[in-house]
Every structure is written in C-alpha cells, then in structure tokens.
C-alpha cells in the first residue's frame, strides 16, 4: 500500500462519514445506527492516519515503508493523546 493509496482511503472514509451525517440529518438513519457507524469509520481514519505517520517515519529513518504494517484498532485507540 502507498501513501497515495492511504490518502484515498482517507479520503474514501471521510465522504462516507459526510454521506453518513447528510443521511442522519434528513431522517434517513436512527441515531444509535449512526453512533455506531461513525464509530467504526473513526477508527478506521485513525488506523489510516497512525499507518501513514509510522510510514513517513520510515522513510526519515532512512528504512523501507513498505514493511509497515496496520495497527489493530486496540492499540490505536489506546494511544493517549
């Protein structure tokens, strides 16, 4: 996976959160469906943003990025801020 590919992932999920909103504002989606899912789809931008951070850490270390590999939503999330 490159960096482009994170980036559109990123991309890709952060329209599906806006189409997840637009769909919740009008009544589409009940409330408890749309926490859940915007939850899910915040821990995948977290996954893509911690992936494309360890990437470019690589590369300024001066090693391959291609060996970098997805963090498990756990240790994500249990990054403290």
């Known amino acids: 996976m490159t960096e482009q590919d994170i980036l559109g992932r990123i991309k890709e ?3 599906q ?3 997840l909103r637009s769909q919740a504002t009008r009544g589409e989606l009940d409330p408890k469906s749309e926490r859940q899912r915007l939850a899910e789809l915040e821990v995948m931008l977290d996954q893509c943003w ?3 951070r360890h990437r470019r850490a690589r590369i300024e270390a001066g090693e391959s ?3 970098t590999q997805v963090s498990s939503a756990r240790q994500v999330e249990g990054y403290l801020q």
Request: charged share 40%; no cysteine.
């Open 65 to 67: 990025p291609d060996n």
């Open 50 to 52: 911690d992936l494309l």
């Open 13 to 15: 999920l952060v329209e």
């Open 17 to 19: 959160e806006h189409k």
